[in-house]
C-alpha cells in the first residue's frame, strides 16, 4: 500500500515537499517513482529513483526544480517541488517499479497509491 501526502494549494514560485509512505517489508528492494495527472490529460512521468536512493531520473519540464529522494529507513520517498509554476497543478502519485521499467510507460509501474493534489495558483 502506498500513501501520498503533502499535497495543497501553493502560489506560483513556491515550495511543497510531498511524501510517499509504503508499507511492506520490500519497499527497500523497488524503484519508486512519481507520476501527475493533469485535468483533462494523460498521467506522466515527473521523477524517479533506484531502490538505492543513488540513481534519479527526470522529466525535462521538471528538472533542476524538483528533487526525488527516498529513506529506506521510514519507507518513504519524498518529492521537493520548488519554483512552481501553475502547470504543475496535478494529481500527483507514487509508483512502485520493481521490474525497472521505462519511466515512460506508466502502465508498466505495479503499485499505485491513490494521490494528493496540489494546486499552483498564478
Known amino acids: 500500500q502506498l500513501v501520498e501526502s503533502g499535497g495543497g494549494l501553493v502560489q506560483a514560485g513556491g515550495s511543497l515537499r510531498l511524501s510517499c509512505v509504503a508499507s511492506?517489508?520490500?519497499?527497500?528492494?523497488?524503484?519508486m517513482g512519481w507520476f501527475r495527472q493533469a485535468p483533462g490529460k494523460e498521467r506522466e512521468f515527473v521523477a524517479g529513483?533506484?531502490?538505492?536512493?543513488?540513481?534519479?531520473y527526470y522529466a525535462d519540464s521538471v528538472k533542476g526544480r524538483f528533487t526525488i529522494s527516498r529513506d529506506n529507513t521510514k519507507n518513504t520517498v519524498y518529492l521537493q517541488m520548488n519554483s512552481l509554476k501553475p502547470e504543475d497543478t496535478a494529481v500527483y502519485y507514487c509508483a512502485t517499479n520493481r521490474y525497472g521499467s521505462s519511466w515512460y510507460d506508466s502502465s508498466l509501474m505495479d503499485f499505485w497509491g491513490k494521490g494528493t493534489l496540489v494546486t499552483v495558483s498564478s
Open positions: 529513483v533506484d531502490w538505492s536512493g543513488d540513481i534519479t
Open positions: 511492506g517489508r520490500t519497499f527497500s528492494s523497488y524503484a
